[in-house]
């Protein structure tokens, strides 16, 4: 696979990063992370990621400098909420003008939703 095919992954717990590299595979993507410690702004930069999959509740989905630097090097970002509350997320993703913004709804999959934005 190719660096085209990358995505970073920024969730906060390790056990929910492996769920969504492996929902990332599932897609035909490369799941990158950063490294420990490092910060995701400074991940972006060095991985050139197409894509990236933040979580709304990490640190990053807050940071200026990280959606600075996905905007500079033309990452989509994929803006997640794997549970509510969501709703300050929302004018977040609009503020930021991010790829998508996915949240289950009662009934649905976050795993399909996550799934069918990173295809889109």
């Given at each position: 696979?190719?660096?085209?095919?990358?995505?970073?992954?920024?969730?906060?717990?390790?056990?929910?990063?492996?769920?969504?590299?492996?929902?990332?595979?599932?897609?035909?993507?490369?799941?990158?992370?950063?490294?420990?410690?490092?910060?995701?702004?400074?991940?972006?930069?060095?991985?050139?990621?197409?894509?990236?999959?933040?979580?709304?509740?990490?640190?990053?989905?807050?940071?200026?400098?990280?959606?600075?630097?996905?905007?500079?090097?033309?990452?989509?970002?994929?803006?997640?909420a794997p549970a509510a509350?969501?709703?300050?997320?929302?004018?977040?993703?609009?503020?930021?003008?991010?790829?998508?913004?996915?949240?289950?709804?009662?009934?649905?999959?976050?795993?399909?939703?996550?799934?069918?934005?990173?295809?889109?």
């Amino acid at each position: 696979m190719t660096d085209q095919a990358a995505v970073l992954i920024l969730v906060r717990d390790i056990l929910g990063a492996g769920l969504f590299a492996a929902l990332a595979e599932s897609t035909g993507h490369r799941p990158v992370f950063p490294f420990n410690g490092e910060r995701p702004e400074t991940a972006v930069e060095r991985l050139r990621p197409p894509r990236i999959l933040l979580e709304c509740f990490h640190p990053a989905a807050r940071s200026d400098s990280l959606f600075s630097a996905a905007e500079a090097i033309g990452s989509r970002v994929i803006l997640f909420a794997p549970a509510a509350p969501w709703g300050e997320f929302e004018e977040i993703a609009r503020r930021r003008n991010v790829a998508a913004f996915v949240h289950p709804g009662a009934g649905e999959s976050l795993a399909a939703m996550v799934r069918s934005a990173l295809e889109g």
